[in-house]
């Protein structure tokens, strides 16, 4: 009997789990029990050097460098009724690995997207930049990159009051919110270019 429970525990003895963060990433311990208790997230994340957990912990990769989430926004419609496309960029950085990975998880998708952006930031981002959106001309979207700036500032104002409301334990950089190039549809910019050639065919 002796030896069998010697061979049984043997191995959780001597196994153990290795962290050992990259630059700019630190790890979080999520320990779980072998047989009874309760497990959880160790408060303490690695930051640097290694770090040895029990065989049964896992070793959460958090990157707590800046990064960036891109966003595509396809027949967004204006104020003139006139739909719109154009690309918007929001950079970040996580601020508390332990936080995230305890209340909000440090999954990803399968490709590569953080899983609390789309649980947490992506659907209520969209509706503030439709929001600021539909409050402008389709000529002053397209042609004013004033406007563009306007609507980047009001999303980026948005996106804060987003992550205070949830808790979430990340923060915006210094022009965080970048709204691209916004472009009308096919047949408005081909109008255009039919006008511009009338015009200096007429010159």
């Known amino acids: 009997m002796r030896r069998f429970l010697l061979l049984f525990f043997v191995p959780f003895l001597v196994g153990c789990t290795t962290a050992s963060p990259d630059a ?6 999520v320990e779980k029990p072998v ?8 408060s303490t994340p690695v930051t640097t050097g290694r770090s040895y957990g029990a065989l049964t912990s896992d070793a959460v990769d958090v990157n707590m ?11 967004m419609m204006t104020s003139s009724g006139v739909p719109v496309s154009f690309h918007v960029v929001a950079q970040f950085r996580i601020t508390d690995a332990v936080k995230l990975v305890s209340q909000f998880g440090a999954d990803h998708d399968d490709k590569g ?4 952006w789309d ?7 969209r509706t503030a930049v439709r929001d600021s959106v ?26 804060i009051k987003i992550v205070q409301q949830s808790g979430l334990p990340i923060e915006f950089t210094v022009g965080g919110i970048n709204v691209g190039r916004i472009n009308p549809p096919d047949a408005i910019k081909n109008q255009r270019i039919e006008t511009a050639a009338q015009e200096q065919r007429a010159i």
């Open 24 to 29: 700019g990433h630190q790890m979080v311990w």
């Open 119 to 125: 649980r947490n930031i992506d659907q209520p981002l």
């Open 65 to 75: 460098l800046p990064q960036r989430v891109d966003m595509e926004f396809d027949d």
């Open 35 to 42: 047989f009874f208790g309760h497990g959880g997230v160790d």
């Open 113 to 116: 997207a953080w899983g609390f």
């Open 134 to 159: 539909k409050k402008r001309d389709m000529q002053e979207m397209a042609i004013s990159q004033t406007a563009a700036d306007a609507v980047g500032s009001e999303v980026a104002a948005a996106a």
